[in-house]
């Protein structure tokens, strides 16, 4: 054993470091496997292996749908004025700031216009880091005026809805935009354009009980959580047990609340096929 007493060799540090491996793997909140990076990202977020939808941003769910990944945005400098001035454990201006900060938006929805499968729709698509996904005045402001727009020059309108309902920090004036969105939406029926509303998860609360229940069609991401009040407080509410996938898409769809559930790979051809039969004549 005359190994054990030669000398160490001194460690070369001008040779190539190890690779970092962190933040290449991602754990799957369903099967819990390990998947890597690039493969997740490469099929939509969605696990290889068991097919869970993770959550995306608004930037990437609209490179998902537009040709080329090319969009235009509007009424991206709308902001809220904070009118109740409204503090709990911090103070609204403050979540505000740190939800555009982290996202790089003034509120939680991108309005947009693109091409479709060489279709030109309008989209909005919420986002749910900028406080939840909430619907607050900015919100209602931006679909509303999406929604007008695509009514005044016959366009389609897609809402993908990801959002914990309405923004309580704005109280009375967050409710308003159920109503005023629903009139809106009204009005592109009435120049026969097809609206139709994805929802993924979550979408609770306001947004459920407006906007998001009221498209031509109704679709949903796999296993995405949608209704009114959460499961938990409904139980407390009732005290009984809710059945197993209460409020998830598929027992929605089960139970006719929904048209489709749809995976994320399938639904840009999907909302091609749907968008081609409500507004193409028939030959």
């Not at 555009?100 to 939680?108: N, R, S, Y």
């Not at 060489?118 to 402001?141: H, N």
């Not at 009435?190 to 139709?196: D, E, F, G, H, N």
């Not at 929802?199 to 995405?224: C, F, K, Q, R």
């Amino acid at each position: 054993m005359a190994w054990l007493g030669k000398p160490k060799k001194p460690v070369d540090s001008s040779g190539p470091k190890n690779v970092r491996t962190e933040g290449l793997w991602i754990k799957c909140d369903s099967c819990r496997g390990t998947i890597w990076k690039k493969d997740l990202e490469a099929n939509l977020m969605v696990c290889t292996e068991c097919g869970f939808h993770f959550k995306v941003d608004a930037e990437a769910r609209l490179a998902m749908l537009a040709d080329d990944r090319n969009w235009v945005s509007f009424d991206d400098d709308l902001r809220t004025t904070d009118a109740l001035n409204f503090v709990d454990q911090r103070s609204y201006q403050d979540r505000l700031a740190k939800a555009e900060q982290a996202t790089g938006l003034k509120d939680a929805v991108i309005c947009a216009e693109f091409k479709l499968n060489g279709r030109t729709v309008i989209a909005c698509v919420m986002e749910y880091r900028f406080i939840g996904g909430s619907m607050g005045v900015v919100v209602g402001e931006k679909i509303t005026r999406a929604i007008e727009r695509a009514a005044a020059r016959r366009l389609p309108v897609i809402v993908v809805s990801a959002s914990g309902g309405a923004r309580m920090m704005e109280g009375a004036l967050s409710l308003m935009q159920m109503a005023k969105i629903s009139a809106a939406l009204t009005r592109l029926g009435a120049v026969r354009m097809p609206y139709i509303s994805v929802l993924t998860d979550p979408t609770t609360g306001g947004v459920t009980a407006s906007y998001a229940m009221l498209g031509d069609l109704n679709i949903a991401e796999p296993g995405a959580l949608i209704g009114f009040a959460g499961p938990r407080v409904i139980e407390q509410t009732i005290r009984q047990k809710l059945p197993k996938g209460f409020q998830r898409s598929e027992f929605l769809v089960e139970h006719g609340m929904l048209d489709a559930v749809v995976t994320r790979n399938d639904l840009k051809s999907f909302l091609h096929r749907a968008l081609k039969f409500f507004c193409d004549p028939v030959e």
